[in-house]
């Protein structure tokens, strides 16, 4: 698969802001992976790392192009929940975020004004939260950090790494990183995001029609008459994961959370590539440390050394014309996700038949969105909207409501769940 974008130049509005994030996450992620792995302590929940940045540097923050500061939030845990749960190689997810090359698809996708970034490999998403986000991540981060522990299957956001940025001026830039649902080598030819909730959850039919990007809704998925195709197996796996995840979401008083599911079909395979053309190339030189090149240079062992032999021995994606850059993803599945149960059929979920034999489609899902606590806005438009429609169907409700729902439209959705039509308004 090769994926052809816009590159981004330096005078881009959002360059400064990738090159600083990357920069940021490089020196701070080595920084901590440099240290022997210890067990976790109540403190390492509320530890910050900061560092800062300018032209000068020294031998622990390498010279950057511009001025900033960079936090690292919770570093020890976000380590721990890398390695022990997710299963990442500490030096592939470096090269992944810090290397030539970062992606961002066109368009902001939420309406939340997040932005959201690629990593090259496009096993990654950076996505720009806002504070009150920042925020309750962390209040929420020992039951999060728990709830995966115990709940190695989870299907919720797997977040690697909490952030911040700030610009001079005192402009302050939250991000998280976490794991792209979708996969690097196969197309995904109808996305859904699912809620469980029907008023105004529509994209218009007619758009949908010439759009193959188009991220679908609950009414679109009931209108059509879709099913997860899962056989009994994988059907109560699924569910039982569902429950518990939801019961977790329900616990932490979020709503507004989605399950989102790509659906690959196997008989029309990659022909489409849906994803060309729709991305924008990002190409910072993000800078090391000079004792960090020096360990490269000499064989170091440690991630950021050998993220960075690996970056040298790379050589560069070849230009398409002026402006364009390229990005070669793989062809086959890399199997770094074959430890979880819901990701181990080529990176996502086969579907199967009544006797559990594979079916031709594959789906990519899990659970996002999920740091919007039901705060006082969410009361005050739970209000308004409450009053022009039933109130129970619409968006916000409160977190075990929404949490019910949630859950109840997911197994109908499943087949011999009895359909998602019940849930239609109206
Ligand atoms: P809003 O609050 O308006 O829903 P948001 O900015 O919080 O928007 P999300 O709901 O997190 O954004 O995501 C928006 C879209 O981005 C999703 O519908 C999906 O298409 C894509 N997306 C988000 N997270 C992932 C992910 N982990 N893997 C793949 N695609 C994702
Ligand atoms: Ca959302
Ligand atoms: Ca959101």
Redesign the pocket.
Known sequence: VVLVGNLIGEDHVNYVLMYNMLTGIRIGVSRCQAKIKRPLTDEDFTARHKFSFDIVGNELTPSAKYDFKFKDYAPWVFRELREDYFHLDPADYLLSLTSKYILSELGSP???GSFFYFSRDYRFIIKTIHHSEHKFLLSILKDYHSHVKNNPHTLLSRFYGLHRVKLPRGHKIHFVIMNNLFPPHRDIHETF?L?GSTVGREYPEAKAATNPRAVLKDLNWINRGKMLELGPEKRALLTEQLRRDAEFLRKIHVM???LLIGIHKMERGNRDNVRRNTLKVFSPDIPMTRRATAAAAKGGTSPEAIAMRRAMRESDPKRLGHGKGTIRLPEEDTGDRRDFLFYQDEGGLRATDEANDPLDKIYYLGV??IL?PFSIVKKLEHFWKGLSADRHKISPVEPVEYGDRFFAFMKAIMRGGGGGERFKAE
């Open positions: 939420g309406k939340s995001d809620k507004d959370y989605s996002i969105d919007t």
